[in-house]
């Protein structure tokens, strides 16, 4: 069963997010493009498909039929025209970067149909500031999955002030048909709900490690075993992305102009040493032996 008027999905932007947004509206029955300019991640999100579905199956979490049509459902390419051309909704998962975005949704804007929506996967730059680059403004909301988006249930959907009822209304009743569970934003704020917790926790596990309290492996302990949450915060930033924690922490700098906005001495050092967490091999943990 799909959401009315909504039959093809593209995803822009075929990195770690990207492409298991993909996978996720391909498994769900929806007819799916991935595109990226870069080929050698293209290949590996095709890789990830051709991998994990067969995984799921022998392991009795999926059946063989679902498998195969969702295969068949999604299809890789590098010319975001072809991917885009036809789409009924485009799901964008390309980096942090306020800049790239605008140029992707203003290119978006000219090849898609008059009646597609344009949803950023941004996790914290909200549609407000990409909008103006579309004519269609009241199509442009944000679609906020958290990483692994094959696995993590949350979806944060923001409705900013272009935003149509409309349009808030379909991209959350697509979220619950992909088998994701919704909340809704009625308004928009930097960094919307998840996140913004999730910072509170991180800046002061960040000024404790700095102002060297206390190791990152104990906070890291503090916070499974007394708060109960299934990682600590350095863990954390490991999964998601130590890049991405710096990207952050730059645009919300640039924007605000508060100095304390500014990421973490060891947030840059590791930044620039590109230990940037699992992706790497390497970030607080060492991840090159496993």
Same mark, same amino acid.
């Given at each position: 069963?799909?959401?009315a008027?909504?039959n093809?999905i593209c995803?822009?932007?075929?990195g770690?997010?990207?492409?298991?947004?993909?996978?996720?509206?391909?498994?769900?029955?929806?007819?799916?493009?991935?595109?990226?300019?870069?080929?050698?991640?293209?290949?590996?999100?095709?890789?990830?498909?051709d991998?994990?579905?067969?995984?799921?199956?022998?392991k009795?979490k999926?059946?063989? @039929? %679902?498998? &195969?049509?969702?295969r068949a459902?999604?299809s890789?390419?590098?010319? +975001?025209?072809e991917a =885009? *051309? !036809?789409?009924d909704?485009?799901i964008?998962?390309?980096?942090?970067?306020?800049e790239l975005?605008?140029?992707?949704?203003?290119?978006?804007d000219e090849?898609?149909?008059?009646?597609?929506?344009?949803?950023?996967?941004s996790s914290?730059?909200?549609?407000?500031?990409?909008?103006?680059?579309?004519k269609?403004p009241?199509?442009?909301?944000?679609m906020?999955?958290?990483?692994p988006a094959?696995?993590m249930?949350l979806? @944060? %959907?923001? &409705?900013?002030?272009?935003?149509?009822?409309e349009?808030?209304?379909? +991209?959350?009743?697509? =979220? *619950? !048909?992909?088998?994701?569970?919704?909340?809704?934003?009625?308004?928009?704020?930097?960094?919307?709900?998840?996140?913004?917790?999730v910072q509170?926790?991180n800046?002061e596990?960040?000024?404790?490690?700095?102002?060297?309290i206390?190791?990152?492996?104990?906070?890291?302990?503090?916070?499974?075993?007394?708060?109960?949450?299934?990682?600590?915060?350095?863990?954390?930033?490991?999964?998601t992305?130590?890049?991405?924690a710096?990207y952050?922490?730059?645009?919300?700098?640039?924007?605000?102009?508060?100095?304390?906005?500014?990421?973490?001495?060891?947030?840059?050092?590791?930044?620039?040493?590109?230990?940037?967490g699992?992706?790497?091999?390497?970030?607080?943990?060492?991840?090159?032996k496993?």
């Amino acid at each position: 069963m799909t959401v009315a008027g909504i039959n093809k999905i593209c995803v822009v932007g075929a990195g770690n997010m990207g492409h298991q947004i993909a996978l996720c509206c391909a498994v769900a029955g929806y007819q799916v493009k991935c595109t990226d300019i870069n080929d050698e991640i293209l290949k590996k999100a095709e890789n990830f498909a051709d991998t994990y579905l067969p995984q799921r199956v022998a392991k009795g979490k999926m059946t063989e @039929e %679902v498998a &195969k049509q969702a295969r068949a459902n999604i299809s890789f390419t590098n010319d +975001i025209k072809e991917a =885009a *051309k !036809d789409a009924d909704v485009v799901i964008e998962a390309v980096i942090e970067n306020l800049e790239l975005k605008l140029k992707i949704f203003a290119q978006l804007d000219e090849i898609c149909p008059p009646h597609t929506i344009l949803a950023t996967n941004s996790s914290f730059i909200v549609s407000s500031k990409i909008a103006p680059a579309t004519k269609r403004p009241d199509k442009v909301c944000n679609m906020h999955f958290f990483n692994p988006a094959m696995v993590m249930k949350l979806v @944060e %959907v923001v &409705k900013g002030p272009h935003t149509s009822e409309e349009t808030a209304q379909k +991209i959350f009743d697509l =979220a *619950k !048909d992909i088998g994701k569970i919704p909340v809704m934003l009625k308004k928009e704020i930097y960094g919307f709900l998840v996140n913004r917790i999730v910072q509170a926790i991180n800046r002061e596990a960040m000024y404790l490690y700095d102002m060297g309290i206390a190791s990152y492996q104990d906070i890291d302990t503090a916070v499974v075993n007394a708060l109960g949450h299934p990682m600590g915060p350095f863990r954390m930033m490991d999964l998601t992305g130590i890049d991405l924690a710096y990207y952050i922490g730059m645009e919300r700098y640039q924007e605000s102009g508060d100095p304390a906005a500014k990421p973490s001495p060891i947030i840059v050092e590791k930044f620039i040493k590109k230990e940037w967490g699992q992706k790497t091999g390497k970030g607080f943990y060492d991840y090159t032996k496993k």
